[in-house]
């Protein structure tokens, strides 16, 4: 079955206009569905990124009350969540987008390179299976999902360097037939590369350069030379971390110069304030994963 173009059948009315003189940019924004995890269980007990220090106490509440406000802003702006339950020991679930990558209602299992969050690939999975996702599919190489693996229109930029095995690259190509671009992440800090890269629209990213090595940098300026470059200011809170829906953009309030960014482009900036879980070192997108063809999957199914 070849891919098609499915979520360009939902549009969504919500649009932002640019100001003044490059007035021709009018975003336009496209439903989405999105899976989430609640927070039930999060917790720092160890360390497999820069950002962790285990014994550094999480406020759990505050977790599931920011994580609550993520899921009322997406619903708020027109988009479906969807919920997989958490399981106990997997304090990390909550960033249940490490977890698959959905492409056109196809999904691809994860498979984590640390022991510590190894077991929440089945969990995800089985809801693939559970909810009617076409082939999913068990990776034979290390992939963090869409930690790493970020869908720009008809390409997938995909990180390595930290965690996801580059030959995990050529398995989602082949297995969700979308042409892949490489890219090496070279700062610890930015070690999955949605900390790296936001996705705008379909042809719009914006990321970090210094977060790249020069080849992969010099290769997203050819790509992207729209792109709108974040400062480092703004990516310490996990400001590149976002979800934008074409025209909104959900992301940390501390990232008010990439706001400003943003709205100069004609996106509308919609903060959130997600600041407990930087103590696990994941932000807004993390908890976020896209099921790209979901809804048209599940009317199919409807009516057959
Ligand atoms: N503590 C988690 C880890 O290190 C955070 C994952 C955040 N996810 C992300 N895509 N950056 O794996």
Redesign the pocket.
């Known amino acids: 079955m070849a891919p098609t173009a499915i979520e360009s059948e939902h549009p969504y009315e919500g649009t932002a206009e640019v100001q003044g003189d490059a007035a021709r940019a009018v975003r336009q924004a496209r439903m989405r569905s999105y899976l989430m995890c609640p927070p039930t269980y999060f917790d720092?007990v160890y360390a497999?990124?820069d950002?962790?220090r285990p014994g550094e106490p999480v406020d759990r509440d505050r977790a599931m009350s920011q994580w609550c406000e993520l899921a009322d802003t997406y619903r708020r702006l027109g988009h479906e969540v969807l919920t997989i339950d958490p399981a106990p020991g997997l304090?990390?679930m909550v960033?249940v987008?490490?977890s698959g990558l959905v492409v056109d209602g196809v999904a691809l299992g994860a498979r984590?390179r640390?022991p510590e969050?190894r077991a929440e690939a089945g969990h995800v999975f089985r809801w693939f299976q559970q909810n009617g996702l076409t082939r999913p599919a068990v990776p034979r190489y290390v992939n963090?999902?869409?930690?790493?693996f970020l869908v720009v229109g008809d390409v997938i930029l995909a990180g390595t360097g930290f965690?996801s095995d580059p030959r995990s690259h050529a398995e989602a190509s082949a297995h969700l037939n979308r042409r892949v671009i490489t890219l090496n992440l070279v700062n610890p800090r930015f070690?999955?590369?949605?900390?790296a890269v936001g996705v705008l629209d379909d042809a719009t990213i914006a990321y970090l350069p210094a977060a790249f090595s020069p080849e992969s940098r010099a290769l997203l300026e050819r790509m992207f030379p729209d792109a709108v470059v974040a400062a480092e200011s703004d990516t310490d809170w996990?400001g590149l971390?976002l979800v934008s829906d074409g025209a909104n953009v959900v992301l940390p309030v501390q990232a008010a110069r990439l706001a400003e960014q943003l709205s100069d482009r004609g996106y509308e900036p919609v903060p959130v304030d997600y600041s407990e879980?930087l103590k696990?070192?994941?932000?807004i997108?993390?908890c976020t994963l896209e099921l790209r063809g979901f809804r048209k999957l599940r009317d199919a199914g409807n009516q057959g």
């Open positions: 720092v497999i990124n950002w962790m304090p990390d960033f987008t490490d984590y640390s969050r963090e999902g869409e930690g790493d965690r070690y999955h590369l949605n900390t996990l971390n879980f696990s070192g994941g932000g997108k993390c």
